[in-house]
């Protein structure tokens, strides 16, 4: 019997991550200990310092290139970058779900257990304050994410993926109003999950059977072994490439692309809409974060073999996002198609195979969270006695009602659409660019052919919200209370900002472009 | 003199006055005006003064200014002017400051604020000076697009009769021709070794089937813009929806964006495509000239008239570029300037015309130079240069283009002479039925009509007619500038002009 050695933790390297599991338990105990009425705040406090400290220790580490915890996390450039991004855009997710002047007693419901549309349930919505279990739910599913970015075997990425989802799935059905809804996307979003992440561990296995075919060293998942098998291996490669199938649909699953998008509109919609925003930045982000270090990585290899298929996923996911996105009548639901095209246009800089692919990569997560943000934040404020006024056609002349958010949305929509000057056009150059030089023209035509089809429902929002006459059924837009409005801000400023000077992020992304193997 | 950085102060002045003029208070719409007139004026100086510090015989470029912008991508603030871009530079200083004083109260009319009218009407100066200087590529791409975002605006929000159409019609026709430049702009950038700066990729050698590819990605960007038969369905609406000031920049200027380009861009950067391309582009030209005409003669709506005589317009442009000879590019190049000038006051007096009666329908009127002789009188004389009668600048550049092209292709200069034919048609029925004839009784019910021309609206034709009829008789000083640039650019296609079979005419020019 061999011995079993414990492996080396290098704790200062994984302490971001450590930070937000820590704190999340914390959050549990507060949950348990502290009075109710000092929840909310101990509560949305600890979480942001969680999120800040991890940040600066995100930062001080910014320049370690490791692999620890016996080769399952890999600390290094991709890795540190990304955690980055997700905590600020998670920073900016909290502080839309601490705001509590936009809504009395906040966006979430104050017990999930009582039926919902019942007498209890009234009365809760009146305005009794939200459930704080949110922040800890929170805390744990962005712990999660940044395990999820580093992981450097499959089965640490499958642990990191159930610790970020799970959560996700409560915080669905957590909205204080509409809450059928609510339940049915969460359930939903929980179903799916599953299947997705039964596939994932599927996967895992048939790529742990194939690693097993390479003489004189052993069989693993992480992911020197698995590029180690994907180069030497003479093993038929039938269940690499099953493997590879398996385990990419898990992962596209969570990336919101085609054909294995079709929980996003739903859940998008039913979920409260700061969870909407935390999940269309944050886990986007951890999401093709783990995408990138798949296939930069473990099958760096079977390139020739990934790329026309997963091009082919990326061609339909633009083109679903952006085809459906043309009939929405739904503001959150347009923002999910969206999201959705966007996932496809991220894939193409996933599939150029060069430092500036990958770096294009993460400038565009970067810069399409902190305007997605930007852009729920403001749905959040459009509201009436009814709560979110959601459908399109109450935005009607909105921007005769508040011009100063109206005009703001239409800067958001306008990168979205990728006008110059906003982050929307830089990060589309800084994914196309890469693919091109790559050879891959057909992706690069795809997505500017869906751009322009993409173009008409952003268009139609602002028409809406310009050109036509306000009517007795617009509502009015809500003075946000600070945290949103402090989101908000920020968000619009990266947009601004990265658009007209992207040069420090890029220089940042491209230092970080390099994967430790 | 020449060291001032006047592209960059040029590009940037009219966006601070456009930020001073949206910030001041909504209930003092006098004062709004009053400053972006001041403020247009300025820039129309600073334009006088980078005009005579030109040197018309030095570098091709001038003025050349340069800053660090995205350094990971090769992109810079580069900024620079041959005799083209001058020459419309020019124009566009020049127009504004017509165009915010012709539409002084038309965005009284729409319920919507008076300073944000202005501020955009500044900021979409701003655009378009920065589309004209860019050296570039991707810095002139950045100005194509974002030049979209206020015309959006001026149509959408202060337009007439179905402005909503025409404003998304006009933003999505010309973001489909951006997006296909986008992705030539990258592929162009990948071959050329990844820098975007104008001189450094016309030096390029970019295989045959690339370069194509490459050149039919700008060229559907600029024709959409100019626009070319067949996507010019867009103008008619836009020019017909948009207010007459908003209307007289948009055919006189920010389509002559779309013929610059082909010039600049489609020309120099993939010369063999260009001249693979040319017998389809001049097909597009005369078919342009022929069937815009057409449609032209059958219009009851004024300024969807003007819009189709513009696009029979490009049609001659487009010709004079693809002849490939320097009389017939100097001759586009000045019918670019042309055309502004005079489109351009017709646009401003049709709009004087339909907000005097309320409506754009040319049934409305007849008759109504009895009731307005000075009016009616500049309408007769903004259409007689439209159609380039002989003593006005148009007929210069448009006989330009047919000499210089009837050396090359005859059939092609002889299809495009029935052009004239018919624009005499459309713009003399069209004044005989708005202001000749007897007079329709349900003109004099119209307070409005009664009143001729103001001291503002004859400030606003007075310099747009001298400059018409200057030009038409000396056009030397334009000709000067352009000539070179025209010439380089004939260079960078490897085209040199056959020999002269009408030896006196280009004696003459030079």
Redesign the interface.
């Known amino acids: 019997m061999t011995e079993l050695k414990l492996p080396s933790i290098d704790y200062a390297a994984l302490a971001p991550i450590l930070i937000m599991l820590g704190v999340a338990l914390l959050g549990v105990l507060v949950e348990a200990f502290v009075p109710r009425r000092h929840r909310h705040l101990v509560q949305l406090v600890l979480a942001l310092a969680a999120v800040l400290a991890a940040l600066v220790m995100v930062a001080v580490h910014s320049d370690d290139r490791l692999l620890t915890a016996g080769g399952a996390i890999a600390v290094d450039g991709p890795a540190l970058f990304l955690q980055g991004a997700i905590l600020i855009l998670a920073a900016m997710a909290l502080l839309l779900i601490g705001e509590r002047s936009v809504e009395r007693g906040g966006a979430f419901v104050a017990q999930a257990a009582v039926t919902a549309e019942s007498v209890d349930d009234r009365r809760q919505a009146e305005g009794r304050n939200g459930a704080t279990e949110v922040y800890p739910l929170t805390t744990f599913a962005i712990g999660g994410m940044l395990i999820f970015v580093a992981a450097n075997d499959l089965l640490t990425m499958f642990i990191a993926l159930e610790v970020f989802s799970l959560p996700l799935y409560l915080l669905c059905a957590l909205a204080r109003r509409r809450r059928l809804l609510s339940q049915e996307a969460s359930m939903k979003y929980f179903l799916l999950g599953a299947y997705a992440s039964a596939f994932f561990l599927f996967g895992v296995a048939l790529v742990y059977g194939f690693t097993s075919g390479i003489p004189g060293r052993a069989a693993g998942v992480d992911f020197a072994t698995v590029h180690a098998a994907v180069t030497e291996s003479p093993a038929s490669p039938v269940l690499l490439f099953a493997g590879m199938a398996l385990l990419s649909i898990g992962l596209l699953f969570k990336a919101a692309a085609a054909p294995f998008h079709v929980w996003t509109p739903d859940v998008y919609q039913g979920a409260p809409t700061p969870v909407t925003a935390f999940m269309a930045a944050c886990t986007k982000v951890a999401a093709f974060g783990a995408l990138l270090r798949v296939f930069h990585v473990a099958f760096s290899g079977a390139a020739w073999d990934f790329t026309p298929v997963l091009g082919v996923v990326a061609v339909l996911t633009m083109l679903v996002g952006a085809v459906l996105a043309v009939t929405q009548t739904d503001i959150k639901r347009l923002l999910a198609y969206s999201s959705i095209a966007n996932a496809g246009y991220l894939l193409v800089g996933v599939l150029a195979p060069s430092r500036d692919g990958l770096s294009g990569t993460m400038f565009y997560l970067v810069a399409y969270g902190f305007s997605v943000l930007a852009a729920f934040a403001v749905v959040t404020l459009v509201r009436d006695a009814d709560g979110e006024a959601t459908h399109l056609s109450r935005w009607a002349g909105l921007g005769r009602r508040s011009p100063f958010f109206a005009g703001i949305f239409t800067f958001i929509l306008l990168a979205f659409a990728g006008i110059p000057l906003t982050s929307g056009f830089t990060s589309k150059f800084a994914v196309f660019a890469p693919a091109l030089d790559a050879g891959q023209a057909w992706m690069v035509i795809a997505g500017v052919l869906t751009s322009m089809v993409l173009a008409f429902p952003y268009l139609r929002v602002v028409v809406m919200m310009w050109l036509s006459e306000p009517g007795d059924a617009t509502p009015t837009v809500t003075v946000p209370g600070g945290l949103t409005a402090a989101a908000l801000m920020i968000g619009v400023a990266a947009t601004l900002v990265l658009g007209v000077a992207p040069a420090p992020l890029l220089d940042l992304a491209t230092g970080a472009a390099e994967f430790v193997r | 003199m020449s060291n001032f950085p006047f592209l960059s102060v040029l590009t940037v002045a009219p966006l601070v006055g456009a930020l001073v003029v949206a910030f001041l208070p909504r209930w003092r719409p006098e004062l709004a005006k009053q400053v972006a007139f001041a403020w247009s004026l300025l820039v129309l100086v600073l334009s006088v003064i980078m005009w005579i510090t030109f040197q018309a015989g030095g570098d091709r470029f001038q003025f050349r200014e340069s800053y660090s912008?995205?350094?990971?991508?090769g992109v810079n603030f580069t900024f620079a002017t041959d005799g083209i871009a001058l020459v419309m530079l020019m124009l566009i200083a020049v127009l504004v400051p017509l165009v915010i004083l012709a539409s002084w109260h038309d965005a009284e009319s729409s319920k919507r604020s008076v300073p944000v009218y202005f501020a955009l009407l500044l900021v979409l100066e701003c655009t378009m000076i920065g589309v004209f200087a860019a050296a570039d590529v991707f810095l002139f791409?950045?100005?194509f697009?974002?030049m979209?975002?206020p015309m959006y605006?001026l149509i959408?929000?202060y337009g007439g009769h179905q402005?909503?159409y025409a404003?998304?019609k006009f933003?999505?026709y010309s973001?489909?021709g951006g997006?296909?430049m986008?992705?030539a702009v990258?592929?162009l950038?990948?071959v050329g070794g990844k820098t975007f700066d104008w001189q450094a990729l016309t030096q390029v050698d970019i295989s045959t089937g690339t370069e194509r590819w490459l050149f039919l990605g700008f060229f559907l960007a600029f024709a959409i813009k100019a626009p070319f038969f067949p996507f010019h369905t867009w103008l008619p609406d836009a020019g017909g929806a948009a207010p007459a000031g908003a209307a007289a920049l948009l055919v006189g200027v920010l389509d002559k964006v779309g013929t610059f380009g082909i010039l600049r861009y489609c020309l120099p950067l993939f010369p063999e495509a260009a001249k693979w391309f040319a017998p389809w582009a001049l097909a597009l030209g005369v078919i342009g000239i022929i069937y815009a005409a057409l449609l032209a003669v059958g219009q009851n709506d004024l300024k969807r008239l003007v819009s189709y005589t513009s696009i029979a317009h490009f049609g001659f442009i487009g010709v004079g570029i693809f002849a490939f000879t320097t009389q017939a590019g100097t001759g586009a190049v000045l019918y670019m300037l042309n055309h502004g000038l005079a489109t351009g006051l017709l646009f401003l007096v049709v709009g004087m015309l339909i907000a005097r009666r309320g409506s754009a329908l040319i049934n409305d009127f007849g008759g109504a130079g009895k009731l307005v002789p000075l009016l009616a009188g500049v309408l007769f004389f903004a259409g007689l240069a439209s159609l380039a009668l002989p003593g006005t600048a148009p007929f210069i550049s448009e006989f330009l283009v047919l000499i210089g092209t009837f050396t090359v292709n005859k059939p092609v200069a002889v299809i495009a002479t029935l052009g004239i034919i018919l624009a005499a048609a459309y713009v003399l029925w069209m004044v005989q039925r708005t202001t000749q004839g007897t007079l329709n009784p349900a003109l004099t019910e119209v307070e409005e009509m009664r009143r001729d021309l103001n001291l503002r609206e004859k400030v606003v034709v007075a310099p747009l007619i001298a400059l018409i009829v200057l030009l038409g008789f000396y056009p030397k000083p334009v000709t000067d500038v352009i000539n070179p640039a025209v010439q380089a650019t004939m260079d960078d296609i490897g085209r040199t002009d056959p020999a002269p079979t009408v030896g006196g005419v280009q004696e003459a020019q030079r």
């Open positions: 912008w995205i350094p990971a991508w791409y950045v100005f697009e974002v979209l975002v605006f959408g929000s402005r909503q404003a998304v933003f999505l973001l489909v997006l296909f986008l992705a990258i592929g950038w990948v």
